[in-house]
């Protein structure tokens, strides 16, 4: 349904953003497990992260009542998180900003890669973050494409390259495979290995995907229908097998 | 709540409008706008907090976000629960059972606990005993925000103009229906 959603306000337009549901590869820890790229919240360590609007929402998770911590205030209205390492990934609609949890009770603003307003997933390992901006009426004029950051310097996102595409909307990565889910479109498979020169391996069009996730050998795929699983031990050359519809 | 923020925003451009047409005896303050659309029906309702183990699988209409932990996958049908489904062999992956929580869109875990939000709430449902899933833990309002995207609930399924829903502790919109409205939002 938010799929189609074009929604403005008319009074305060900038209020406007896009919702996103991540559906990303935070690879599976401790006794958590792994939720999408297009998610709102997660988990990491003892805490859980919550991004509403301009706000990230701490609670400590250590017990079973979660304890509220002070909120965190954003740059911007924040639509997906992804937690990698030590650090958050926060998809907002004007930027991708990197949050430091060394404290995390108090998560930190460490850097920051703006862009024109759209809606962003993000998926990260050490050196590149990942980024797929759609800039359809209800998130932004940017426009539509994967936006490949270097972040070996965490303190300044460098911008190293863009990939035009149409409607990209949840990501994944196994190595240097990124799964791209691109609704109407299908799913791409972008061999990032070098982050410069991302090569187009395949692109499966048989459903409208819009969100992934990559565990161990298997890729999760949230379809409009429902599910799709893939073995994906050959990463290039995903093998579907089963399909969790009605 | 993004709607007040918005009336006070009209509030301002109102009154500098009648300011300046102290200045300018041409200004024309800017009257609200009114057109054809749907507006919330609210209803008091605090069953909505109440959550059930369905051991049985659910028809699939509106698929929502995805988790995976050890052999189970959850995926939310977004607004109502979220299916259950046995990944042991991902060969026959399979719906198994539903867990009706209502404003449901998103899902994490913890151990036997999971985190989803119940409308605006964050609720942890103990799912040890899933036949016994019960919630021990609801932080009021946790998916609050003002001005951002509304929530599935907080938009009619038709596309056109819509009133921008507001919050009131204890209800529920139950319902939309069509009347002259003054404009707020847009789907």
Same mark, same amino acid.
């Given at each position: 349904?938010?799929?189609?959603?074009? $929604? $403005?306000?008319?009074?305060?337009?900038?209020?406007?953003?896009?919702?996103?549901?991540?559906?990303?590869?935070?690879?599976? +820890?401790?006794?958590?497990?792994?939720?999408?790229?297009?998610?709102? $919240?997660?988990?990491?360590?003892?805490?859980?992260? #919550?991004?509403?609007?301009?706000?990230?929402?701490?609670?400590?998770? %250590?017990?079973?009542?979660?304890?509220?911590?002070? &909120?965190?205030?954003?740059?911007?209205?924040?639509? &997906?998180?992804?937690?990698?390492?030590?650090?958050?990934? #926060?998809?907002?609609?004007?930027?991708?900003? #990197?949050?430091?949890? +060394?404290?995390?009770?108090?998560?930190? =603003?460490?850097?920051?890669?703006?862009?024109?307003? !759209?809606?962003?997933?993000?998926?990260?390992?050490?050196?590149?973050? $990942?980024?797929?901006?759609?800039?359809? %009426?209800?998130?932004?004029?940017?426009?539509?494409?994967?936006? #490949?950051?270097?972040?070996?310097? =965490? =303190?300044?996102?460098?911008?190293?390259?863009?990939?035009?595409?149409? &409607?990209?909307?949840?990501?994944?990565?196994?190595?240097?495979?990124?799964?791209?889910?691109?609704?109407?479109?299908?799913? !791409?498979?972008?061999?990032?290995?070098?982050?410069?020169?991302?090569?187009?391996?395949?692109?499966?069009?048989?459903?409208?995907?819009?969100?992934?996730?990559?565990?161990?050998?298997?890729?999760?795929?949230?379809?409009? !229908?429902?599910?799709?699983?893939?073995?994906?031990?050959?990463?290039?050359?995903?093998? =579907?097998? %089963?399909?969790?519809?009605? | 709540?993004?709607? /007040?923020?918005?009336?006070?925003?009209?509030?301002?451009?109102?009154?500098?409008?009648? @300011?300046?047409?102290?200045?300018?005896?041409?200004?024309?303050?800017?009257?609200?706008?009114?057109?054809?659309?749907?507006?919330?029906?609210?209803?008091?309702? @605090?069953?909505?907090?109440?959550?059930?183990?369905?051991? *049985?699988?659910?028809?699939?209409?509106?698929?929502?976000?995805?988790?995976?932990?050890?052999?189970?996958?959850?995926?939310?049908? @977004?607004?109502?629960?979220?299916?259950?489904?046995?990944?042991?062999?991902?060969?026959?992956?399979?719906?198994?059972?539903?867990?009706?929580?209502?404003?449901?869109?998103?899902?994490?875990?913890?151990?036997?606990?999971?985190?989803?939000?119940?409308?605006?709430?964050?609720?942890?449902?103990?799912?040890?005993?899933?036949?016994?899933?019960?919630?021990?833990?609801?932080?009021?309002?946790?998916?609050?925000? *003002? *001005?951002?995207?509304?929530? @599935?609930?907080?938009?009619?399924?038709?596309?056109?103009?819509?009133?921008?829903?507001?919050?009131?502790?204890?209800?529920?919109?139950?319902?939309?229906?069509?009347?002259? /409205?003054?404009?707020?939002?847009?789907?």
């Amino acid at each position: 349904m938010l799929k189609h959603l074009k $929604f $403005f306000a008319f009074i305060i337009l900038m209020g406007a953003a896009c919702s996103k549901e991540a559906a990303t590869n935070n690879a599976s +820890s401790g006794n958590t497990g792994a939720g999408g790229s297009l998610a709102k $919240f997660t988990i990491a360590g003892n805490y859980l992260y #919550i991004v509403s609007g301009a706000n990230l929402n701490v609670f400590d998770i %250590s017990k079973a009542a979660p304890v509220p911590q002070p &909120t965190v205030w954003l740059n911007g209205y924040a639509e &997906t998180i992804f937690p990698y390492n030590d650090k958050l990934f #926060i998809g907002s609609t004007t930027g991708m900003f #990197i949050y430091s949890l +060394s404290n995390p009770k108090a998560p930190v =603003l460490l850097g920051e890669a703006r862009h024109v307003r !759209s809606c962003d997933p993000v998926v990260a390992n050490d050196t590149i973050a $990942f980024v797929t901006l759609r800039g359809n %009426s209800a998130c932004g004029p940017a426009k539509d494409g994967l936006y #490949i950051h270097n972040i070996k310097d =965490l =303190l300044n996102p460098v911008l190293i390259k863009t990939v035009e595409m149409p &409607t990209p909307h949840g990501l994944g990565l196994k190595d240097s495979l990124l799964y791209i889910c691109q609704q109407a479109n299908g799913l !791409s498979i972008y061999n990032v290995k070098d982050p410069e020169t991302p090569v187009l391996r395949t692109t499966i069009e048989d459903d409208y995907y819009n969100d992934v996730i990559v565990y161990d050998d298997l890729l999760i795929c949230y379809v409009q !229908s429902g599910l799709k699983l893939y073995n994906i031990s050959k990463p290039a050359h995903p093998q =579907l097998l %089963s399909n969790v519809a009605n | 709540m993004h709607v /007040i923020v918005r009336m006070k925003y009209f509030i301002s451009v109102a009154l500098l409008a009648i @300011t300046l047409n102290s200045c300018f005896p041409k200004t024309v303050s800017p009257a609200p706008q009114k057109v054809w659309g749907y507006k919330p029906v609210y209803t008091a309702d @605090t069953t909505y907090r109440e959550i059930e183990y369905i051991p *049985s699988a659910q028809p699939v209409v509106n698929a929502g976000k995805i988790y995976v932990k050890d052999d189970l996958i959850y995926q939310c049908e @977004t607004g109502k629960g979220i299916h259950i489904i046995d990944n042991t062999d991902p060969a026959h992956a399979k719906r198994i059972a539903f867990l009706a929580i209502r404003g449901c869109e998103e899902i994490a875990m913890k151990g036997n606990l999971l985190y989803t939000n119940n409308y605006y709430d964050l609720v942890t449902v103990d799912l040890s005993v899933p036949e016994k899933a019960h919630i021990v833990a609801r932080n009021k309002d946790a998916f609050y925000a *003002s *001005s951002t995207m509304p929530h @599935t609930w907080e938009i009619p399924e038709q596309p056109g103009y819509f009133e921008c829903s507001r919050f009131y502790q204890d209800s529920v919109i139950s319902g939309w229906v069509q009347d002259s /409205i003054y404009v707020s939002c847009y789907n």
